[in-house]
């Protein structure tokens, strides 16, 4: 088992800057591919970014590139989302999610994902 839990959440102002974290505890945190998702209110839940189990490969959903970072340190079973110009449709549940490393569909399908957490909402006004 894989426990996660997301903090850094907010209320932001549109062109501003926050950081998402995402604490892995349980089964070694270096196994895993990580990624983000997010939930709008009345839409489905959507990708946002994925890293591999190094951090050497990364993936963003068009929306959010060049806006938003995703990275990972394993020493501190820890993963980030460091999101820069924020917009009102970046509001949203933020969720990290886990799945095991060997896994070679594409990282945007939410069903490969084993681990989740409970989600921190973050709010951009405008």
């Known amino acids: 088992q894989v426990q996660l839990v997301e903090s850094g959440g907010g209320l932001v102002q549109a062109g501003g800057s926050l950081r998402l974290s995402c604490a892995a505890s349980?089964?070694?945190?270096?196994?895993?591919?990580m990624a983000w998702f997010r939930r709008a209110p009345g839409k489905e839940r959507e990708f946002v970014a994925g890293?591999?189990?190094?951090?050497?490969?990364?993936y963003y959903a068009d929306s959010v590139k060049g806006r938003l970072t995703i990275s990972r340190d394993n020493a501190k079973n820890t993963m980030y989302l460091q999101m820069n110009g924020l917009k009102p449709d970046d509001t949203a549940v933020y969720y990290c999610?886990?799945?095991?490393?060997?896994?070679?569909?594409?990282?945007?399908?939410?069903?490969?994902?084993?681990?989740w957490g409970q989600g921190t909402q973050v709010t951009v006004s405008s």
């Open positions: 999610a886990a799945r095991i490393a060997s896994i070679i569909q594409s990282m945007d399908i939410t069903a490969t994902y084993n681990y």
């Open positions: 890293i591999s189990w190094g951090g050497s490969s990364t």
């Open positions: 349980g089964r070694t945190f270096s196994s895993y591919a």
